[in-house]
Structures are given as C-alpha cells and as structure tokens.
C-alpha cells in the first residue's frame, strides 16, 4: 500500500527563522491534505493540494504541489511561538479505496521564544 | 454549527475488558472515520462509515469493529483489550467523506489499557 513519509520528523526553531517540511509519497497522488495538530489538541485541516505544481499560501505558510504529484512542501515564514505543533500530510490510499487517507507521521515544530 | 464530539474523553480499562467509544459528526457530515494514535505509530486509519455502510478498513484486527447509525453518529468497539491498545481514539467526520474532502476532527478519546 502506499506510504507517505515526512521528514524531518523533529525541527527546533528559533522564533522568526523559516521551517519547511516536507512530504513524499511512493504513489502518485490525486491529492494532498496538510493538518496541523497543537500539542495535547487534535488535527485541524489546513489546505487541500489537487494540481500538478500547485502552489498555495496562507498568511506566512506556503504550501506546495509537486510536478508529479508525489512530493509537497509546506513552509512557514518567520515562524512565530503559535506555529508550535505537529503538522500531517495526508493522501489518498493508493490501495484502491478513495476512503481512506494515509496520514504521514508529522513533524513536530517546536519554536524557542 | 457544534464541532464533532467524542465520549468519554479518557477511559482507563484493564487488559481483556471491552470497550465503546462514541463519535457524533458535524451536522449534515455522512462520512466518519476512525484513527488511532500513538507516538509511534502516528495516525493510523481504522475504519471509515458512510450512510451506515463501512466503506474500508485498516489494517487492524478483528477485535477493532464499528458501526454508524442512521443519524451518523458512529461508535467503535474493542474487545479483548491489550496493553498495545491504549492510544488515542480520533474520529472525524466529512461530508462526503473520501479524500476529496476535508475532515473535521474530534477531540478524541485517550484510552489506557492497564
């Protein structure tokens, strides 16, 4: 089945630096999901990536596509105390469900003040 | 309009017990999942409802089963509880549900299995 791996698994920042993770998927993906849980919170849907190459922002976070579709990005710009958290990619299984979202196993951003 | 909502928020329960966890969607959502997570393993995908029919299933053992009633609430069980159980219980619901859609988390249940 398919697999979606993050990296890093862990970053520490320090406030105002940038911080990117990133998401690769062994399938090529229809679509792409990005959440972002707070510690002791739970995932809260941040941005669905469809096309090819997409790029799409958000404030300071800047979310992008691959080419093909198996790759996306997300970055945060200066980062701030309230960016703490883990954040999750999510695709589509590849197993031939269309119900089931493969969770990457997150980075956690922690943010020294 | 309310957010999903889990109950209980934490159990403790001993290794062979059985448990029910509870999940009410957002008005109007047909779709609910399940996931289990641990440090570990992450989120890990359980089983997912629609229109009272589960419409696919992870790669957990039999004792992990559900179900969805006609007003989308949805509940899962574990029987024979073991110590690797304990985790938190995240349902989510989705309007359509698949993974066109957006998914709106609960609070989630934390399970202790001791």
């Known amino acids: 089945g398919q697999q979606v791996m993050q990296i890093p698994q862990y970053q520490h920042v320090q406030e105002g630096e940038d911080f990117t993770t990133y998401c690769n998927s062994s399938t090529t993906l229809s679509n792409i999901q990005w959440y972002k849980q707070r510690p002791g919170g739970h995932p809260v849907f941040l941005i669905q990536l469809v096309k090819s190459g997409e790029v799409k922002k958000q404030k300071r976070l800047t979310f992008q596509f691959g080419e093909a579709k198996k790759n996306s990005s997300l970055h945060i710009t200066a980062t701030q105390t309230t960016d703490v958290g883990t954040y999750f990619c999510a695709g589509p299984d590849s197993g031939g469900s269309n119900y089931k979202l493969t969770f990457g196993k997150g980075t956690l951003l922690t943010v020294n003040p | 309009k309310a957010g999903v909502t889990q109950t209980p928020r934490y159990l403790i329960k001993t290794r062979g017990q059985q448990v029910t966890l509870s999940c009410s969607p957002i008005?109007?959502?047909?779709?609910v999942s399940w996931y289990q997570q641990t440090p570990g393993q992450g989120l890990q995908f359980l089983f997912e409802?629609?229109?009272?029919?589960?419409?696919n299933k992870g790669n957990f053992p039999g004792r992990f089963s559900g179900r969805q009633f006609s007003n989308s609430r949805s509940e899962m069980n574990v029987s024979t509880l073991e110590l690797g159980d304990s985790a938190l219980y995240l349902c989510?619901?989705?309007?359509?549900?698949?993974?066109?859609?957006?998914?709106?988390f609960g609070p989630g249940t934390r399970l202790t299995v001791t």
């Open positions: 008005s109007g959502h047909r779709s």
């Open positions: 409802y629609f229109s009272e029919t589960q419409r």
């Open positions: 989510a619901s989705s309007l359509l549900g698949g993974s066109s859609y957006e998914q709106y």
